[in-house]
């Protein structure tokens, strides 16, 4: 490519990102803020600075530990599930596992509408199923990371050097011997750094899907913030960033083993 032409197509890549920017922004109508704006946040950072520490743990009733494990379990919980059960969908849609193409492609398809769909989705059709409570938000996060996981394991399939297998092929093995001698070894190290990148981004969703009663601190959350309890509102928000701050140091550090 020529370096006029190339100038040519940033101008007008450049023109194309300000022409969306300024299309976007003419959507966007500024109403004004509510005259209780001030009263709220002034109240809402004094609850925050003085965080409601008697609410971390109660004995007789919820409180904060138990919110936050009940979080945890949801999101263990759904990844476990959805890191096994996305395992024959990824190997139909990594193209090196299929002599056809269409059936690749037919299992993208299918990784692609179940990811489309949002958790938060999800989760209010299994509430409807199920009812409020923590295993609607299970199945919710277990469907959402089917898609999500699939996919990254099958780039993984897709990614991996196909010598070993066709030396095994050579030789005279069988499918199941391939796959267990070489195939498995050479993509569980991304399996398992996949799955626990997921499992940081289940434990932040975990938390979105508690506010609408799938179960998890995001229960309490959103009624603490209906009745304005900014004291109990702060703690919550400490626990939930100390949480999602201590995972995602240990699953850092266990990808960069791993990886």
Known sequence: MSPSRA???????????????IWALTGLELTGFQ?????????????????DWAYVYIPEGEDLLRGLLETLSISYLGNFVSAIVCLPFAFWAAA???????????????LSIVRT?????????????VGPNA???VMALGLHSVGMLGKLYAEAI?????????AMTAVGANFWQRMSFAVIPQVI???????????EINVRSATLLGIIGAGGIGT????????????????????????????????????????
């Not at 299929?98 to 993208?108: N, Q």
């Not at 938060?120 to 409807?128: D, P, V």
């Not at 190290?189 to 499992?199: A, G, Q």
């Open 7 to 21: 100038k040519v197509y940033k101008i007008i890549g450049w023109a194309a990102v300000i022409g969306l920017i």
């Open 96 to 110: 090196n596992m299929s002599p056809f193409r269409a059936v690749s492609a037919t299992g993208k398809l299918f």
């Open 117 to 129: 769909v949002p958790e938060i989705i999800m989760a209010l059709i299994f509430i409807k199923a």
């Open 189 to 199: 190290p991304d399996f398992i750094s996949f799955t626990l990148y997921r499992f």
């Open 220 to 259: 309490p959350l959103i009624f603490a913030l209906n009745a304005r309890q900014w004291p109990r509102v702060g703690i919550i928000l400490i626990g939930i960033i100390v949480m999602v701050s201590i995972i995602d140091f240990i699953s850092g550090a266990l990808r960069k083993r791993i990886v």
């Open 135 to 137: 295993y609607a938000g």
């Open 35 to 51: 005259p209780t704006t001030k009263v709220l946040t002034i109240a809402m950072l004094k609850g925050l600075v003085h965080p």
């Open 158 to 166: 897709e990614n991996m050097d196909m010598g070993p297998t066709e």
